[in-house]
């Protein structure tokens, strides 16, 4: 039994194919169009999905597409009603797109793939469900799905039991907690969609002076976790923008240009709305325990990608245990949509692992490259290669990370989801006090205030971390061990905003957010077992079982797919090394290249 999950159309664009209930293949289309957060109809993540498989399109039973574009029309409609005429701009600007394709999706999908057979439709916070229940390791869990908004749903609360799953509470738009903080995002001068992560980033940098203001005129938040937004401080319903003026003067002054300096106040709104979510999150984990009296809670939806929230959530909450979709955001309701046509229409039983792990499998299900592959790709660049055997690869990349090189890791199958895990990654030093900045400015191109995560040894996670558990997606933030802080003294105490980014903070300063934060990711031999010996060998020659990890990409690209991916990136950055399976690159030893400058000012700009 074959089927094709597929999202589209809003962002992040992904495919997922799932063969007799096992994921066998998932990936975002924008890492083989190399357009980040592309939209579009996944044509390449399908094809991909269907190779990995060794399947045809005629082979495909089902596709299952991840909401009810209908009932999403319908909203929009009635959205346009109730602000007409104010919304005619927003309405007019949206409806090239829904005329074209998104009230066509049957025909769209089967013009796209070839495919004669039936297209299902799920509804998208029941794909949200799925994603998030289906694969996690538990026979029960309460469900929380937290987004934007779907159809009209924007956050709810489920429970799964075997392969059934119930939505028994909801909050429909326009109340939304994803939409107060992308109001946020835009505010602070961010992009919606993609600039959250960077508020959660600059939130330790504030004081939550605003905190109060928020709940007092712009969430009214009960007790059970459910709220509702005052709509007069917003303008996503009726215009392009998602504030208006009274937002602004609420908020002493006009929102901040993107190219403008971040000031204090940006700061202190990042800290205010971190903290207002947070504090929904708790009420919302509460409350569903109460509800279902479980000891597990699964998560999804965009706002499951808040790390800072996942962690109170996990040590503040009264769930025993949380799993957390790594593709939380759009691109895994297709991984969820799939799942919900094989347990759920066709009442399939679920089959766990005896083990106790989940059946994500560790998200590593995107595309991968032989040593021939990689070889012919990077044949056109010139590139000059040695190649390593056995373990003395791993042994390279420890040294030169001791010596404070920075490495491009290529290895094995490509991550599903935001998340680079050691497939697709850049590592460092976490021990060096200059390597945040190093990797910030002339790595990743990007803010100088966003921290970086470590990857540990999952045995010695707890030496490090206030964590003892299973954290592989990146998707648990935790306070570092008092024991490895640095006591700053009464001047550092009193510093501001990103002054504070230059105090050494620990021992491994390089993943040490500046309130002695650290975003987790536990790497487990079984797991993960390349990126595994990689941590490995670097705490045999140094001791420290933990390297820095942040994504194989720079500012405004999607993390690299292939092997030339790899070597462009490498190429046009100041990494060092760059590891594809057993063949190391140094740079020193490559052809010249001429597009570096381009590549630094079109990022300097964005």
């Excluded at 401080?233 to 009274?246: P, S």
């Excluded at 820095?548 to 990409?553: C, E, G, K, L, Q």
Aim: hydrophobic fraction near 40%; charged fraction near 25%; proline fraction near 5%.
């Amino acid at each position: 039994m074959n089927i094709l999950g597929l999202s589209a159309f809003y962002h992040d664009s992904a495919a997922c194919l799932v063969q007799n209930g096992k994921i066998v293949a998932a990936a975002q289309e924008e890492r083989f169009t190399r357009k980040k957060h592309d939209p579009n109809f996944p044509a390449q993540a399908s094809a991909y999905c269907l190779r990995e498989g060794g399947i045809t399109v005629d082979q495909l039973d089902y596709v299952v597409f991840y909401d009810k574009p209908l009932l999403k029309f319908e909203r929009l409609l009635q959205t346009y009603l109730h602000t007409a005429p104010s919304g005619f701009t927003s309405y007019a600007k949206a409806m090239p797109l829904w005329l074209k394709h998104k009230l066509w999706i049957p025909d769209t999908i089967k013009n796209e793939l070839g495919y004669k057979g039936e297209v299902l439709f799920t509804e998208h916070h029941q794909s949200h469900a799925a994603s998030a229940f289906y694969p996690s390791p538990f026979e029960a869990a309460a469900i929380l799905t937290i987004d934007g908004v779907g159809e009209w749903t924007t956050n709810s609360m489920g429970v799964g039991r075997g392969s059934s799953l119930e939505i028994f509470k909801e909050i429909k738009f326009p109340h939304s907690l994803g939409l107060l903080y992308s109001a946020m995002t835009y505010f602070t001068g961010f992009k919606v969609n993609s600039g959250e992560y960077k508020v959660m980033g600059l939130a330790p940098y504030g004081e939550p002076k605003y905190s109060s203001r928020i709940f007092d005129n712009l969430i009214d938040l009960k007790e059970d976790g459910s709220y509702h937004l005052n709509l007069e401080y917003f303008d996503f319903m009726a215009g392009l923008t998602m504030t208006n003026d009274k937002f602004a003067k609420l908020f002493d002054g006009p929102r901040r240009k993107p190219e403008e300096l971040l000031t204090q106040r940006e700061m202190d709104l990042a800290r205010s709305i971190q903290e207002v979510v947070e504090e929904v999150m708790l009420r919302q984990a509460r409350a569903i325990h109460r509800e279902t009296g479980l000891e597990n809670l699964c998560m999804a939806g965009g706002v499951a990608l808040n790390c800072v929230g996942n962690g109170r959530v996990l040590r503040e909450g009264p769930f025993k245990n949380i799993w957390i979709q790594p593709a939380a955001g759009d691109a895994g309701g297709a991984l969820g949509a799939a799942l919900c046509c094989w347990h759920g229409l066709l009442g399939k039983p679920r089959r766990l692992e005896n083990n106790g792990r989940d059946l994500q499998r560790a998200s590593l299900l995107g595309p991968e490259f032989s040593n021939e592959e990689a070889l012919q790709q990077l044949a056109q660049f010139g590139a000059v290669y040695r190649r390593m055997e056995g373990d003395q690869v791993f042994k390279e990349i420890a040294r030169n990370l001791s010596a404070e090189k920075v490495i491009g890791l290529f290895q094995g199958r490509m991550e599903f989801g935001p998340r680079a895990l050691g497939s697709r990654s850049i590592i460092g030093d976490p021990r060096s006090p200059t390597m945040q900045s190093k990797m910030n400015l002339k790595i990743k191109y990007r803010e100088s205030f966003r921290p970086f995560a470590p990857a540990v040894l999952r045995e010695k996670v707890s030496e490090y971390f206030e964590l003892d558990c299973d954290s592989p997606y990146m998707l648990l933030v935790a306070p570092v061990k008092s024991e490895r802080r640095i006591p700053m003294s009464e001047e550092q105490k009193n510093l501001f905003g990103i002054a504070k980014l230059n105090v050494p903070k620990s021992d491994v300063p390089a993943i040490t957010h500046v309130d002695y934060s650290a975003r987790i990711q536990t790497v487990d031999s079984n797991e993960s077992p390349i990126f595994y010996k990689v941590i490995k060998e670097f705490y045999d020659q140094t001791g420290c079982p933990v390297v820095v990890n942040t994504s194989f990409n720079v500012r405004g690209e999607p993390i690299v797919c292939t092997p030339a991916d790899a070597y462009k990136c490498f190429m046009r950055t100041e990494i060092d090394l760059l590891v594809i399976n057993d063949l190391v690159l140094y740079k020193e030893e490559q052809p010249k290249w001429n597009e570096k400058e381009v590549w630094q000012e079109k990022f300097e700009l964005d």
